[in-house]
């Protein structure tokens, strides 16, 4: 029962600070992505306020050596950046821009305006369902020959 509560409190604390930074209006996104217009630098500082929280978490977490709900952490793979990676940060950041908001803040944006969001929403799922489909079609597929530097590795 600890796990779903501390996650439901840093989904709240998330969505809270979202809210509160503003970061739910895609005006405020695309004003700071604008930087040859009316620039906005505010989500710069949003984003500087994120990293230092996320380092004192990531400092006491090293610290603690396990985490708050128990186990271990994950071991994550180091694989550097592939082709994969590289194409899913331009998608990403593609929809960023035009849409003026990624996962998080429109999650949370949803709450307070579905009609608007609605199809955005629909559309990032549908975004992950494909990935994941894509995913399971290439694991079950028997391995071909390629060369080490282009594969395509996870």
């Known amino acids: 029962m600890r796990r779903p509560l501390i996650a439901f409190a840093a989904g709240l604390l998330f969505g809270g ?23 906005d630098p505010s989500l710069a ?12 978490g990531f400092a006491y977490g090293r610290r603690r050596g396990r985490p708050l709900t128990g186990g271990s952490f ?39 305006d579905p009609l608007a969001l609605w199809p955005f929403v629909i559309a990032m799922f549908a ?9 399971a079609a290439r694991q079950s597929q028997p391995p071909t020959l390629s060369m080490p530097a282009v594969q395509n590795r996870r």
Do not use: Q
Not at 19 to 38: T, Y
Not at 127 to 135: N, T
């Open 127 to 135: 975004g992950i369902w494909i990935v994941r489909l894509l995913d």
């Open 45 to 56: 500082f949003v984003m500087a306020g994120g990293v230092l929280v996320a380092a004192a």
């Open 17 to 39: 600070g979202l809210l509160l930074s503003d970061m739910v209006d895609p005006a405020k996104v695309l004003g700071f992505l604008n930087i040859a217009g009316h620039w």
């Open 74 to 112: 994950p071991v994550l793979r180091r694989s550097g950046i592939t082709l994969r990676l590289a194409g899913g940060a331009a998608i990403f950041g593609i929809g960023w821009g035009m849409a003026g908001l990624c996962p998080g803040p429109a999650i949370t944006a949803l709450a307070l």
